[in-house]
């Protein structure tokens, strides 16, 4: 069996044996499994294992820190509302010893948590309606952790959504060219010096004062969102790994990155790669009917601005990973990397197109 999950099995408070466990292809960072284990009266149960990815997430003890806490917060605020903790967030299964994350001999750090059944996470929308109740999800997210104090979080990744610091590691990864690959990606290399002096414009505003620090999900897909396949509502937000102070307008611009373009994230057919506005709009209205309540109106009147900056910043990421030789992002062909980046740098030039209309959309949610 796959690095032995058996054995790793035992190390958490499942109850059962182990009888079978498939890999979940999703995902860049981590390697996750749902695991399937019979209890004493032959039903089986299904639980989610996963291996952190230390080299990404270099403090996996600071990680399970935080997906703890806020976990619990939710925990909380769900049965106060008389929701299902157990379907509307994370339960983490803890290890024999009570804790809840288990490293083994060789350095790996396991994880594992209840598997929600009856629901399931989508890639791209399956109607707009869906595109409302996940963009709901995320706003609703938002405000049950609005209380909680962001200072008590780690930065699992520091500067994570830090977009002129992802600038700079772009710059660097091209003085490098540790693999002589600049000279390739020289239009991509333009279009985002071209575009350098906004990268700045979200981190400033925070520094100054502007805009409030809150508690953040930072990586915010459409495929974050577990959809119940009975009722289609969005009943839990995943994948907290990067659940740490940031910016609000982050959270509801990646959304707007992964969701509301109309291609697949690695398309190289460009032609096909826009943003849709009818999306955004469901975006916008599903968003806002959660959050407009504690949002500042700075906050709001950033919100496209947000989805463009947060795009130009993951084409960063992508482009800097192919100069750098593609270790941070999982590839599967040759140039993986570089085909991700270009979708993102067609996006933001679309939004370019299209950002007045983005704007009149946001005001039309916004309330008053």
Request: one cysteine or more; glycine letters at 6%.
């Amino acid at each position: 069996m796959i690095t032995d999950l058996s054995n790793i099995a035992r190390h958490f408070q499942f109850n059962g044996d182990l009888v079978q466990a498939e890999p979940i292809r999703s995902g860049h960072i981590n390697d996750s499994y749902a695991v399937q284990l019979r209890q004493a009266d032959g039903r089986v149960h299904r639980y989610l294992l996963q291996r952190i990815n230390h080299h990404v997430f270099h403090s996996p003890e600071n990680l399970m820190e935080n997906i703890e806490a806020i976990t619990t917060h939710l925990r909380q605020k769900i049965l106060t509302t008389g929701g299902d903790p157990e379907r509307e967030t994370l339960t983490l299964v803890p290890t024999r010893d009570g804790r809840v994350l288990h490293r083994t001999p060789g350095g790996d750090y396991w994880r594992a948590a209840l598997f929600i059944e009856g629901a399931q996470t989508y890639e791209t929308a399956a109607s707009l309606e869906q595109v409302y109740c996940v963009a709901n999800a995320f706003g609703q997210f938002q405000r049950q952790v609005s209380d909680f104090p962001a200072e008590r979080l780690h930065e699992t990744i520091p500067d994570f959504h830090h977009t002129p610091g992802r600038f700079g590691a772009l710059v660097a990864a091209v003085e490098r060219d540790a693999l002589n690959r600049a000279l390739s990606v020289r239009a991509e290399l333009e279009f985002v010096e071209r575009r350098a002096g906004e990268t700045s414009i979200l981190a400033d505003l925070l520094a100054q004062g502007q805009l409030p620090q809150r508690v953040t999900h930072n990586d915010t897909k459409f495929n974050n969102v577990m959809i119940d396949d009975t009722t289609g509502a969005a009943i839990c937000v995943i994948d907290l790994d990067t659940v740490m102070p940031g910016l609000s307008l982050y959270d509801f611009g990646d959304s707007v990155r992964s969701g509301a373009n109309t291609a697949a994230e690695d398309e190289r057919d460009l032609s096909k790669v826009m943003v849709d506005l009818d999306i955004f709009d469901r975006f916008a209205a599903g968003y806002l009917e959660a959050a407009r309540d504690f949002l500042t109106p700075l906050e709001i009147d950033l919100l496209p601005f947000s989805a463009k900056l947060i795009t130009l910043e993951c084409g960063l990421r992508f482009l800097t990973d192919y100069l750098n030789g593609d270790l941070y992002f999982r590839i599967h062909r040759p140039g993986h990397n570089l085909d991700r980046c270009r979708t993102q740098l067609k996006m933001v030039a679309d939004m370019e197109r299209k950002f007045d209309d983005m704007v009149r959309i946001i005001e039309t949610y916004r309330g008053h």
